[in-house]
């Protein structure tokens, strides 16, 4: 990225921001107020010590210190990750600034020199004073509340992204782009597991030994919208488990399926990366729009991404796909998608396909 660019780019608007939302404090009781602005501050101080420290690293090292802001969801971080490769050279130093659940997702990035993690967009704003120098790429749409202090981001850019069109921009990952560097992502987000997990061995306490194919699944969005129906979720599960004898591993906090021998929950038994991990194993993922599908997508699984109409973007994609994937979209909501539809559109990928594990049998 040309010096040119990022002199272009809009100033952050952070103090008027922050000014803001000090005002809205100050209109709460005394007690209420002091009691907001204090938690920020503590939440704020071993950021920015983070901050400061990079900062003495990238000048000690004749380096140039970078912030990439994307503090959000699971989906977001991942699809954010081409503006570092977009950013980034070998003279740079890039610290990236996301809250703590989601850190381990970029602990294994070979370009991400420092995870800084914060627990809201908010604490970003205050954070800009510790190293206001150095630059900052925020990638946080416009129009965003943030989801700790209720107000609303303040991002606005030369080509009017905001949270209502965001998505008439392309994938997600072409939308971040556009908000930090102006360019459209060249390539689809890369996701880096953690290589000391032995995924196939966790796979092996799992389910029974033998040479079956691993279909993992995420089914519940944050968003009800976004969801698919549980009976049509337990209905592809125990059809395809009957039909193609496989294992099904479902992700995520809020199971739809039922558990059985070949049905089983993974939860958040393991850090994000080792769960990474596991997905790299699966021959197919099935998935709504939630960050198990960026990630899986981040991963290149072949996957069946279940679609269906979502606020005011009828058709939107939010991940770059390739010939290995199939979309399934209903014109109407989502858990309009049958099961059947569903189980036809894994076997045509599992045709194409091996199973990529082999267990021992147990002796």
């Known amino acids: 990225m040309s010096t040119q660019q990022q002199d272009d780019r809009p100033e952050d608007p952070g103090v008027l921001t922050l000014a803001g939302w000090l005002s809205q404090a100050f209109d709460l009781p005394l007690k209420e107020a ?6 920020l501050l503590r939440r704020t101080v071993p950021s920015a010590l983070a901050i400061r420290r990079h900062m003495r690293v990238a000048r000690k090292s004749g380096k140039t210190p970078k912030f990439l802001c994307m503090p959000s969801k699971l989906g977001d971080v991942i699809a954010a990750e081409p503006v570092l490769e977009m950013i980034k050279t070998e003279n740079d130093l ?14 294994h990035h070979p370009q991400v020199d420092r995870v800084i993690c914060v627990s809201s967009y908010t604490e970003t704003i205050l954070l800009k004073y510790f190293a206001p120098k150095a630059s900052w790429y925020n990638l946080i749409t416009d129009g965003t509340l943030c989801n700790s202090f209720g107000f609303e981001v303040k991002n606005p850019g030369p080509l ?3 949270c209502t069109n965001y998505y008439r921009n ?16 060249q390539r689809r987000p890369a996701v880096y597991i953690d290589r000391g997990f032995d995924a196939d061995a966790y796979l092996q306490t799992l389910f029974p030994p033998g040479r079956r194919p691993l279909i993992t699944v995420h089914f ?5 919208v976004r969801s698919w129906d ?84 009828p058709g939107y994609t939010p991940w770059k796909t390739d010939g290995a994937d199939v979309i399934l979209r209903s014109e109407q909501q989502v858990f309009r998608i049958s099961a059947q539809d569903v189980c036809d559109a894994v076997k045509q990928i599992l045709r194409t396909t091996t199973p990529k594990r082999e267990f021992e049998p147990n002796v």
Not at 94 to 107: E, F, G, P
Not at 220 to 224: H, K
Not at 269 to 285: G, N, T
Request: proline share 3%.
């Open 160 to 162: 009017g992204i905001n």
């Open 34 to 39: 002091a009691k907001r602005i204090l938690n």
């Open 170 to 185: 392309g994938a997600l990952a072409d939308v971040y782009a556009l908000i930090g560097t102006g360019g459209l992502a």
């Open 230 to 313: 549980e009976h049509a979720a337990v209905t592809f599960a125990r059809t395809l488990v009957a039909e193609l004898d496989c294992d099904i591993l479902e992700c995520g906090l809020k199971p739809y399926t039922q558990p059985s021998e070949h049905v089983r929950h993974l939860g958040a038994a393991l850090p994000l990366s080792s769960q990474a991990a596991i997905l790299a194993r699966s021959d197919v993922f099935v998935a709504v729009d939630s960050g198990f599908s960026h990630m899986a997508n981040g991963l290149h699984v072949p996957t069946v991404y279940l679609l269906g109409r979502y606020r005011n973007f």
């Open 220 to 224: 519940a969005s944050d968003e009800f």
């Open 94 to 107: 890039v610290a990236w600034i996301c809250q703590d659940r989601y850190a381990d997702v970029l602990a």
